[in-house]
């Protein structure tokens, strides 16, 4: 039987991004150094380094996300779930507020009588918000689906789209369709992905953000 | 790229549960008839098919976990991920609750004011409650091993454990004394596990209770 070391709570992560660390560079696997931060805690999140070969980046975007984040953007999650994994106090401190409206009574109501998905009344209310939005879809493909459409539709962009659902059904070709398009995105290539990843996600980008700026301090 | 099929919200978790039943099939995997909604729902939420190989599930549990619910059994979550993934309202037609402390002002304060950690004294909270109740550990393998030593200490017990925590300090160890223990457990071995995967469990549990007393209805 393994011994149960003995870690302060504290000392838990650091130790297991040392441990994923030397994983990744035993399997001969270089990550690029701006993504690193946000690969590894996506790994940290699932034990399951087959994200270090599927992860996908566009251009650019880690600088351009953490800028989104210093200028205030707000996190819209697609499930309660995301939602209650992003550290909404890291958010709060650089003027950002998370959003789930998928379980409001009203997203039901209006999706009933206009007869269209929770999800796309969920997106449409997301593009209103009157300033940058990071859109990030942990769990349902027809959430990445429903942006597609009213980006196409309305010409309303979120600022940038963390597409990481899971599943069996639409899940790859959902994301195809982001990956496509001209946002700027983080996104899990196959099927994998889930409601833990995108919050994994945020708060990777939230932590770079909050450590940058202790060190610039 | 791949097409999007149209399939209708309500039918694309049936579909998905058909198509991981394929490829176990494809792959030679036979799972225990009891187990296999568990198993099964854990690859839906992870996309992960090292799932069927490591998930554990100690004699006869399945049904047992299932009498619990019925007997309006508490699911106490380590997490407010795990808390907000698991299906409250299927859990209260049976009259149980869920509940996570974690967050709880008191508990902070507690456990500072005793040195203790926020996980142990969550643990006895939940080892108060007054009617049978599953543990559910998903992220903190500390919340396994704070479990096991109150019920060497005082010799209160969960009625059955959900021992899924993720990660690379600990975890295998942490599962190794649930594994080791008197409580009934499902488990699953190794690194892998998460928030959304002690949700998926108590969902598919609960699921099948519902199916079960649907068809005797």
Redesign the interface.
């Known amino acids: 039987?393994?011994?149960?070391?003995f870690?302060l709570?504290g000392d838990?992560e650091a130790?297991?991004f040392d441990?994923?660390e030397e994983e990744l560079s035993r399997r001969g696997i270089v990550l690029n150094e701006e993504q690193k931060p946000v690969t590894k805690r996506v790994i940290?999140?699932?034990?399951?380094f087959e994200y270090a070969d599927t992860m996908l980046y566009s251009e650019g975007v880690i600088g351009y996300a953490k800028n989104l984040i210093r200028q205030g953007a707000d996190i819209v999650t697609d499930?309660?779930?995301a939602?209650?994994?992003v550290n909404k106090k890291v958010l709060a401190d650089y003027g950002g507020e998370a959003h789930c409206f998928m379980a409001d009574a009203d997203i039901a109501e209006e999706a009933k009588r206009r007869g269209v998905?929770r999800a796309s009344v969920c997106v449409e209310k997301a593009l209103e918000i009157d300033k940058p939005v990071i859109y990030a879809v942990g769990n349902a493909p027809?959430a990445l689906?429903a942006l597609h459409e009213q980006i196409e539709k309305t010409g309303r962009k979120p600022a940038l789209i963390i597409g990481v659902p899971?599943?069996?059904?639409?899940?790859?070709?959902?994301k195809?369709?982001i990956l496509?398009g001209d946002v700027p995105y983080i996104v899990n290539r196959?099927?994998?992905?889930?409601?833990?990843v995108a919050?994994a996600i945020c708060n990777a980008l939230l932590y770079q953000v909050r450590k940058e700026d202790q060190e610039k301090a």
């Open positions: 039987m393994e011994k149960i070391e870690v709570p838990i130790r297991s441990i994923i940290h999140t699932t034990a399951d499930t309660n779930m939602f209650s994994g998905t027809t689906i899971v599943g069996f059904v639409n899940v790859v070709a959902a195809q369709l496509a196959g099927r994998k992905g889930g409601s833990n919050a």
